[in-house]
C-alpha cells in the first residue's frame, strides 16, 4: 500500500491510496434442473396463494392466458407474483422455492441481489411467460452461457448455487487481551 499526501499553502490535502484489487469472482450458474424445480415450488406457493385471495375476495379468479391477465382480478394476481419474487429476492436474494434448493440470485459482480437489480428483474417476467408459460424465458436460458432469462440479462443477474454453510467456523477473536 502507497501513500501519497501533500499539504501545500493554497491546496487542499490529497490523500492517495492504492491497494491490489481483489481476484475476480467467479460464481457457476445454477443447474437447470434445480432452477427448474425451485420454479415449480414458486408456482406452488403463488398459486396457493392465488386461491387464498380468491376466497378472500369471494370471487372466482380466472386469469385469461396466454396473451395478459384481462380480469381485474387476473391484474391482482398478477402484482401479487410480481411482489413475491420482488420483495424475496430483494431482501433475502432468493424466493422460497430458490432457498430450499439451495440458490440465489446474485449480481454479476457476486453481489447479493440488490432491490434495484430485483425491481428490474421481475418487472421484465412478463417477456419470459410469453408466449406460453416461459417458453420465451425458457429459450432465453437455454441460449444464454450463465442461463439468464430476459429479465436477468437487462438487471445483470443470474441464478447461481448458495454457497454451503461452514459448520465449523473459525473462533471468534478474544475482544479482550
Known sequence: MAVRMTDQIHEHTEITVETLSTPPVEIAPAPLLRRVTAGLVDSSILGLLWYVMGIALRTQISVVYPIFPISTAGAYLGLLAFFYYF???????????????????????????????SFTRNLLRFLDWLPLFYVIGSISILTSSKRQRIGDRVARTFVSPAPEKDINPPPAPFLFH
Open 87 to 117: 420483495f424475496l429476492e430483494g431482501v433475502f436474494g432468493a424466493t422460497v422455492g430458490k432457498f430450499l434448493l439451495k440458490l440465489q440470485v446474485v449480481e454479476k459482480d457476486g453481489d447479493p441481489c440488490s432491490f434495484g437489480a
